[in-house]
């Protein structure tokens, strides 16, 4: 039984990886868009429209704008039987860019003056997207529920993620940082980055509207 479920799981891995390729152009072009239009702090709604729009495209109708921020969330539950019984999984990405010029001689350079998206969360919040696609094409295949969580503020040190989010307790938590995008970085924090945590911890965490940057 243990090898025909490895097998399984083998299968389906390799079926997800094929998933997300087939959205590939999809997220280059998300990427390069909102890399196009940066923008700070708690008020990012040019982003916020895109990753609306966005879900909305893959059909997600239940989003929860934030309503003290620009934040984005959206539930997705898994479908395979038995239902209900499965953990709830956080998956943040940040939105805000950097109070910095852009130099960089492409056509998708950043159109805002002195704003940029030099940390990677362009990327992060078109990987979340992409992540959402694939979760809700494949639902049938696991249970549980995954909260995707679009938050802006990241840079400037604002704990938005209590007051935008009715989550008071989790399972796990996985999400993306700027370790992703310089591979020295990202290998200094490999076995920091992928902590689960137990759900009480988590729970006191969320609670205090606290996020790990080098977790999420």
Do not use: Y
Not at 109 to 128: F, P, R, W, Y
């Amino acid at each position: 039984k243990t090898d025909k479920a490895a097998d399984t799981a083998g299968a389906r891995n390799v079926e997800w990886l094929a998933e997300a390729s087939e959205i590939g152009e999809r997220v280059v072009a998300n990427r390069r868009a909102i890399h196009e239009h940066p923008e700070r702090g708690l008020e990012t709604p040019e982003t916020q429209a895109l990753i609306v729009k966005e879900l909305q495209r893959i059909g997600f109708g239940d989003l929860r704008k934030g309503g003290n921020c620009t934040s984005v969330v959206c539930d997705i539950e898994g479908t395979a039987v038995p239902r209900g019984c499965g953990p709830t999984v956080l998956l943040r990405a940040d939105i805000d860019a950097l109070p910095l010029e852009e130099k960089a001689n492409v056509t998708w350079a950043s159109k805002n003056e002195g704003v940029m998206h030099a940390c990677g969360h362009d990327i992060h919040q078109t990987c979340l997207i992409g992540t959402g696609k694939v979760l809700a094409e494949s639902r049938g295949h696991w249970r549980g529920t995954a909260v995707l969580i679009a938050q802006p503020a990241e840079e400037v040190g604002q704990q938005v993620l209590r007051r935008e989010t009715d989550r008071d307790a989790a399972d796990a938590a996985e999400g993306e940082h700027g370790a992703d995008v310089d591979p020295q970085v990202r290998e200094r924090h490999q076995q920091r980055r992928h902590v689960r945590r137990q759900p009480q911890q988590l729970s006191h965490r969320v609670q205090r509207g606290r996020v790990d940057p080098l977790v999420l």
